[in-house]
Nanobody, 121 residues
Framework: QVQLVESGGGVVQAGGSLRLSCLAS????????MGWFRQAPGKEREFVAG????????YYVDSVKGRFTISRDNAKNTVYLQMNSLKPEDTAVYYC??????????????WGQGTQVTVSS
């Protein structure tokens, strides 16, 4: 059974930083692309960042480019999201997701339970 467990959320002031982590188990982590999504109150869930199986390809939504960095450590079965220069509009529940392909494409098959990120102004 695939499990994705996020950690690292919290409350931070605007301009601050947080690093989210997602520990995966139940499948060969290094074979699949991973992603981070978020959902703000009253809004649909949106893609934030994705990373290919090797870490060689990364993708970001325009609103976080230059501020967020996705990375992975296949030896630790963990994917990270480093978030810098946080803005109040980054406030959301952040979800880790695992794709069914080595590349970031299609809809993820597995999701974590989410971690709350709140950015105060």
């Amino acid at each position: 059974q695939v499990q994705l467990v996020e950690s690292g959320g919290g409350v931070v002031q605007a301009g601050g930083s947080l690093r989210l982590s997602c520990l995966a188990s139940g499948r060969t982590f290094s074979s699949y692309a991973m992603g981070w999504f978020r959902q703000a109150p009253g809004k649909e869930r949106e893609f934030v960042a994705g990373i290919s199986w090797s870490g060689g390809s990364t993708y970001y939504v325009d609103s976080v480019k230059g501020r967020f960095t996705i990375s992975r450590d296949n030896a630790k079965n963990t994917v990270y999201l480093q978030m810098n220069s946080l803005k109040p509009e980054d406030t959301a529940v952040y979800y880790c997701a695992s794709y069914t392909n080595p590349q970031v494409m299609g809809v993820p098959a597995y999701w974590g339970q989410g971690t709350q990120v709140t950015v105060s102004s």
